[in-house]
């Protein structure tokens, strides 16, 4: 089992930063890249980023290219994701999510709002 806890999430105004961060727990060892996916408020659940856990490589969203970076800290188990030029768009439900040994990511977190006023 792997656990993982999101953090960060708020209110911001339109062209502000937010850092989410997300602590994972239990058998990570197995890890082989995380990610973070998004939902906004009707519609479906969205790639934003990723990272490979042993590597540095990373993968983004056309939407958040240039604009998000996502980071870790192998150490920690935790991984972030830095959001600036924030637009009201954004605003989403964040999910931090595990990709394991069959590369299908196959543990979430439990999400954390994010709401970007215009």
């Known amino acids: 089992q792997v656990q993982l806890v999101e953090s960060g999430g708020g209110w911001m105004q339109a062209g502000g930063s937010l850092r989410l961060s997300c602590a994972a727990s239990?058998?990570?060892?197995?890890?082989?890249?995380m990610g973070w996916f998004r939902r906004a408020p009707g519609k479906e659940r969205e790639f934003v980023a990723e990272?490979?856990?042993?590597?540095?490589?990373?993968n983004y969203a056309p939407s958040v290219n240039g604009r998000f970076t996502i980071s870790k800290d192998n150490a920690k188990n935790t991984v972030y994701l830095q959001m600036n030029r924030l637009k009201a768009e954004d605003t989403a439900v964040y999910y931090c999510?595990?990709?394991?040994?069959?590369?299908?990511?196959?543990?979430w977190g439990q999400g954390t709002q994010v709401t970007v006023s215009s």
């Open positions: 990272i490979s856990w042993r590597g540095s490589d990373t």
């Open positions: 999510a595990r990709a394991g040994p069959t590369r299908a990511y196959d543990y």
């Open positions: 239990g058998r990570t060892f197995s890890t082989y890249r």
